[in-house]
């Protein structure tokens, strides 16, 4: 498989075959995810890799007890790291001060983003399953105090991986891809359209089946109203917010 193919064979995979994930397979993929575009050539990033059960279970109250937290063999967090940048240029006698605000924290997140996107396509052209936890920017206080992260570093991106336990797991229906790309300049969505480009998604069955136990009227209410709530997002806005701040940038 290209890795063409392998991207569009993405599904997210949330349980795993009780098949360890061999040193060399780890490898290759943290080798791809380790020479992605990087800003400026600085890599900002740095990566945690978890297979210490003790240490899997410390997280996963973080991780809102998701299941994948700790049934996963493997768990790869990617940070924002200008830490081992500004190390350099303490070494170098050079001031670190350039990079301590949200710029440079934009490059960093970027960096860590493109590596854990490099990883995720490398683990699945060798045959595992990825999905992402979202929930490493919501508790993120807790993670930097379990993983012992140092100011100017911060986890962005988390994903658990081993190999799928239902490799026939089926993709998840999406937006049309005509929807999503725009020519030269960005073109407004009539409602027609609109009604178009989610109507996949809110006919797959476990989403009527979602609406209808909630006692929703559509899918967007599920989303807005359930699954990711004002209130919640507010909160963890604030944390983040925060965060950021007290870790440097
Ligand atoms: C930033 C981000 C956070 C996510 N967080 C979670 C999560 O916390 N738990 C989970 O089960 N899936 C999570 N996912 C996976 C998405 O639910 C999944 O990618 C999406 O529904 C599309 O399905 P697919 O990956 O199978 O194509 C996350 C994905 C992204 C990109």
Redesign the pocket.
């Known amino acids: 498989m290209n890795a063409i193919d392998t991207m569009l064979q ?3 995979i ?1 349980e795993f075959a009780d098949q360890p994930v061999a040193k060399e397979t780890l490898d290759q993929i943290l080798a791809a995810a380790c020479n992605g575009s990087t800003m400026g050539g600085m890599q900002l990033f740095s990566i945690i890799v978890t297979q210490d059960k003790e240490m899997m279970r410390k997280m996963a109250p973080a ?1 809102f007890n ?1 299941p ?1 937290a700790t049934n996963a063999p493997l768990i790869l967090t990617f940070c924002a790291d200008f830490h081992r940048f500004d190390r350099y240029c303490e070494c170098r006698n050079t001031p670190t001060d350039a990079y301590h605000n949200l710029q440079a924290y934009q490059w960093a997140v970027t960096d860590a983003l493109i590596a854990a996107q490099n990883a995720c396509v490398a683990a699945e052209s060798l045959g595992l399953g990825i ?5 490493i ?1 919501y508790n993120t206080p807790q993670f930097i105090d379990i993983l012992q992260l140092p100011k100017h570093v911060i986890p962005v ?1 988390c994903i658990p991986m081993g190999y799928p336990a239902h490799p026939d797991t089926p ?2 229906p ?1 937006i049309s891809n005509s929807t999503l790309i725009h020519h030269e300049t960005y073109r407004e969505y009539s409602e027609e359209e609109i009604n178009t480009a989610y109507a996949t998604m809110e006919q797959a069955p476990n989403n009527v089946n979602m609406v209808k136990e909630n006692h929703f009227h559509n899918l967007a209410e599920d989303w807005v109203l359930r699954r990711y709530k004002k209130e919640d997002n507010e909160y963890f806005s604030d944390l983040l917010q925060k965060t950021i701040t007290e870790q440097g940038f």
Request: aromatic residues 6%; charged residues 20%; hydrophobic residues 30%.
């Open positions: 993405h599904r997210s949330r991780h998701q994948i999905c992402w936890l979202g929930t920017t991106a993709l998840t999406k």
